[in-house]
């Protein structure tokens, strides 16, 4: 296996962003149960290719009563770097299948934990507390809109905290390994 370059750290700027835009960022386009599906698919195509590496390795080891000499030699050679690449590409589509899976927990985990947006628009309340001509409304209003503004504040900020928590986990889940380059198993250019 390849190790593969470090995944680059999370460097969004959240806090230039409204509520509404981090609730999309973490609600829009997030399906965590079809990208589970994908991991499964990965690890059964992890599982089909070690089933393949069994098939390899049985045709090589019949061989070898029947084929004797270089030819056969040199045949039991490409058939074990072809069962060695499958072996790797196995443990990589495993290890992808793995993130994939964890990668869709953590998107779930996101979507269920961003809080919803709280409206806070001062001349809305100021309007609605005048229209109400309630005097104790208009009295309390600027404790309501001290309130509310500490609440939408607070809603935001947890909003933020999901999103690097999520950005995180995210990059914690990257495999560390790539795919191997496929052995040349032909007959080499002449």
């Known amino acids: 296996m390849t190790d593969s370059p470090a995944a680059p750290e999370p460097t969004a700027r959240y806090e230039a962003l409204s509520h509404a835009a981090l609730a999309a960022l973490a609600l829009d386009g997030n399906d965590p149960a079809a990208a589970g599906q994908s991991g499964a698919q990965w690890a059964e195509l992890s599982r089909r290719l070690r089933e393949s590496i069994g098939g390899l390795v049985a045709l090589s080891t019949g061989s070898e009563e029947t084929w004797q000499g270089g030819s056969g030699d040199a045949m039991r050679a490409l058939l074990g770097k072809a069962a060695g690449w499958l072996a790797e590409t196995s443990s990589v589509s495993a290890a992808v299948g793995e993130a994939v899976g964890g990668q869709a927990e953590v998107a ?69 390994h790539e795919f191997p380059a496929v052995p040349a198993l032909g007959a080499e250019p002449a």
């Open 108 to 176: 779930a985990r996101a979507r269920a934990d961003m809080p919803a947006p709280v409206g806070f628009d001062p001349a809305a309340m100021i309007r609605s507390a005048a229209a109400s001509g309630n005097l104790a409304e208009l009295a309390g209003l600027s404790f309501t809109m001290d309130a509310r503004r500490a609440e939408a504040d607070a809603a935001r900020q947890k909003a933020i905290d999901v999103l690097r928590t999520r950005d995180t986990a995210l990059r914690g889940l990257v495999p560390g």
